[in-house]
């Protein structure tokens, strides 16, 4: 008997057992046999023919759902039998194919006369004194030939030379110029008499590999050979001047003076080489320059942070018309407009000459200010905006440990991203850095969400990792700034090499996007209240190992929070911990995040007003209030930073003073050094000041100067 017969056989003794166990009489059963009535039948019976042996509701009912759920039955083992006959194929399949190939595929190897083998080109490094493989783009690569198995060395010395020295010339000099030999797969020079066949035979390789081995020749080298010909040096044609001078500019005046540099002891590269990577950067004239720095946008100085948008609905001229050249809107691009000098004025108009700063050229057109050996109080640290991650790094890499709770209090200077140094000096300068860091280093260097950890980089080593920890003890001592962001966790690991697991789940929740947070929750709440494979989603995007159900979930979630929290930026934290220990050992990482996080509520208590106040600047607070308790996180974020240069509250208040601005010099001004905001009195309405100081801090375009 068939297993799909036995299967329905056993459906349909199942059926009438049922019937029995309903009462159903015997006659009616021996009737149902005879006629074949089974689950298939019923399932296709209207009520009509179902009263013919039922006549009770119930039992008609009883048995078309009894039938439907054999039948959902039968469909079951069907799919299971299919999957186990597929299964059983595939591994018949496997065994076939592991016996091997036949002796006839044997026999067929062993007389084909032509074989297929692959060659490579290495190159002798003479200031590393190795063999380095020559990549393709240099003229090198992998090359596959078809060649006959009793061909020896010689031949494929040839064919090499052909294939990498193509007509005597490759990328790396004249074939002349060098010594060859062919050497195997284990960087051994290749026996004259062995052939390909023989090789392959003692290695058993599906496919060989060669090497055209190649050394330039030296005047000195022993391997090369005496011809008697007079020596010739190859490398004449790069030589230069044993000595030479060339004038470069000084950054010491805005008229440099020119200097001599004396270039004999200035080493010479090969600039054939592959070791040295010789880099070209742009030179502009004058007046390139000048036109360069009338079109980047400017970013903020210190210590005044202000704002127009005239730039978007007025043209340059009706904007000013007393200021010939560079008087322009939210845009201006070198700082000629500067809106909070004077209350109710615009600045004067500057030549171009005197907006340019007083670094040569060369160090305008750089991206990177440069950075002394040894940074002392006298030295400000200099920072450039464009680069602020890698320049703050670099710079507290050249700061002891021990000078960051100290009485030393470095300063800070900005330069432009054009390279003009900024006028801004003050605390307000250093949260605005501070906070400027971190904002970059959340976004270019952690991974997580409203929680975050260190995310390993291959540009970052141990000294890169140590100044970033620098960084945090000197935010926190400077200005009381510290990264909330970052896992309490990890933090405690770093500073004092304990945690608490309880903490780690709820941390993990916050360090998950919002859906993937709901779908654990949910799921660890009420597992089959959430889809199965919706679960498995999320686990197997931490590289979850093991198969979820109700009851390892939890465990699962505790382990993969220890491995994304504690296990992943282990090494940030060993880095970290030998510069944290500053901290003190009562450091309390909760308490002080709670401190530091902002709220609506917070911030507006910090505002300080006036005793007395008239109707027009109690109208002004009133809106001020009231937009400060809209702003949702982010924003309130980019409110306080405006404020006060930190987007923490280190600031215990901020002060608010009034001003009668109107028309296009109508905008907020910040005072970040003093904490003080000073608004305009004249807005008709709410929804006036509500527009336009949301404009502020969504354009991101502020101007800093000092007052």
Not at 10 to 18: I, P, T
Request: charged share 25%; net charge negative.
């Amino acid at each position: 008997m068939d297993p799909e017969g036995a299967d329905n056989g056993g459906s349909d003794e199942g059926l009438y057992e049922f019937l029995k166990a309903r009462g159903v009489g015997e006659d009616t059963i021996r009737t149902m046999r005879d006629e074949k009535i089974t689950c298939e039948t019923i399932i296709l019976m209207n009520d009509d023919d179902l009263s013919r042996y039922f006549p009770a509701y119930g039992d008609k009912l009883a048995v078309v759902s009894f039938a439907k759920q054999q039948e959902k039955k039968e469909k079951v083992n069907a799919r299971k039998r299919t999957l186990f006959e597929k299964l059983s194929w595939k591994m018949s399949r496997k065994n076939e194919t592991q016996a091997g190939p036949s002796k006839d595929v044997q026999s067929r190897n062993a007389t084909k006369q032509g074989r297929k083998i692959e060659v490579g080109w290495m190159d002798y490094n003479h200031i590393k004194e190795e063999y380095s493989q020559v990549r393709t783009k240099c003229g090198g690569g992998v090359r596959k030939l078809t060649i006959n198995k009793e061909v020896t060395s010689r031949d494929i010395l040839r064919a090499s030379k052909e294939l990498f020295f193509p007509g005597g010339i490759s990328p790396k000099g004249r074939e002349e110029e060098f010594l060859f030999r062919i050497m195997n797969f284990n960087l051994l020079e290749m026996d004259v008499a062995s052939s390909v066949g023989e090789v392959y035979k003692s290695t058993k390789f599906a496919m060989l590999r060669f090497y055209l081995a190649s050394k330039k020749i030296e005047v000195d080298d022993p391997d090369s050979e005496d011809d008697g010909l007079p020596a010739v040096d190859i490398t004449a044609q790069r030589d230069l001047p044993s000595t030479s001078s060339v004038l470069l500019p000084t950054a010491s005046t805005p008229n440099p003076v020119p200097e001599q540099l004396d270039l004999s002891e200035v080493p010479v590269y090969d600039l054939t080489s592959s070791d040295h990577e010789v880099k070209f950067g742009p030179l502009f004239t004058d007046a390139e320059v000048e036109d360069l720095a009338l079109t980047l946008p400017i970013t903020r100085t210190e210590e005044i942070i202000s704002y127009t948008e005239a730039a978007s609905a007025n043209p340059v001229g009706e904007m000013a018309p007393a200021n010939p050249v560079s008087v322009m809107a939210a845009a201006n691009p070198v700082g000629v407009m500067a809106s909070a000098n004077l209350v109710g004025e615009m600045a004067p108009a500057h030549p171009v000459e005197e907006m340019a700063p007083a670094n040569p050229v060369g160090v305008m057109a750089s991206a990177n200010p440069v950075i002394p050996d040894v940074l002392t109080v006298d030295e400000p640290i200099v920072v450039n905006r464009g680069n602020m991650l890698h320049d703050m790094v670099d710079a507290f890499r050249l700061i002891p440990k021990e000078a960051l709770q100290s009485d030393t209090q470095y300063t800070f200077r900005i330069q432009h991203i054009d390279g003009r140094m900024e006028a801004g000096e003050g605390v307000g300068v250093t949260r605005d850095c501070i906070s400027f860091f971190w904002e970059e280093f959340f976004s270019r260097c952690t991974v997580g969400c409203s929680v975050k950890v260190p995310f390993i980089r291959h540009d970052l080593g141990q000294a890169e990792w140590q100044a970033v920890a620098k960084i945090i003890v000197f935010g926190w001592y400077a200005c009381g700034y510290f990264p909330c962001q970052l896992s309490p966790s990890f933090m405690r690991m770093a500073i004092s090499g304990s945690y608490s697991s309880d903490d780690l789940v709820g941390e993990f929740l916050n360090y998950l996007s919002d859906e993937e947070a709901t779908t654990l929750r949910a799921a660890m709440n009420e597992y089959d209240s959430y889809p199965q494979e919706d679960i498995t989603d999320v686990l197997n995007t931490y590289g979850c190992r093991s198969i979820p159900n109700a009851e390892n979930l939890p465990t699962l979630v505790a382990e993969i929070a220890h491995k994304e929290l504690i296990q992943s930026p282990a090494f940030v934290g060993d880095c970290w911990s030998k510069i944290l220990d500053a901290l003190s050992q009562n450091f309390d990482i909760s308490m002080v995040a709670e401190q530091l996080q902002p709220t609506n509520r917070k911030v507006s208590r910090l505002f300080s007003f006036s005793d007395t106040l008239t109707a027009a600047q109690e109208t002004t607070k009133n809106h001020l209030l009231r937009f400060t308790r809209e702003l949702d996180a982010i924003t309130l974020k980019k409110f306080l930073r405006f404020c006060t240069g930190s987007d923490l509250l280190t600031c215990d208040s901020i002060a608010i003073r009034f001003n009668e601005r109107s028309g296009l010099s109508r905008h907020p001004v910040a005072h970040t050094c003093g904490c003080v905001l000073e608004l305009p009195v004249t807005y008709d309405h709410y929804p006036e000041f509500r527009s336009e100081f949301r404009a502020v801090l969504e354009s991101g375009v502020w101007a800093m100067d000092i007052v």
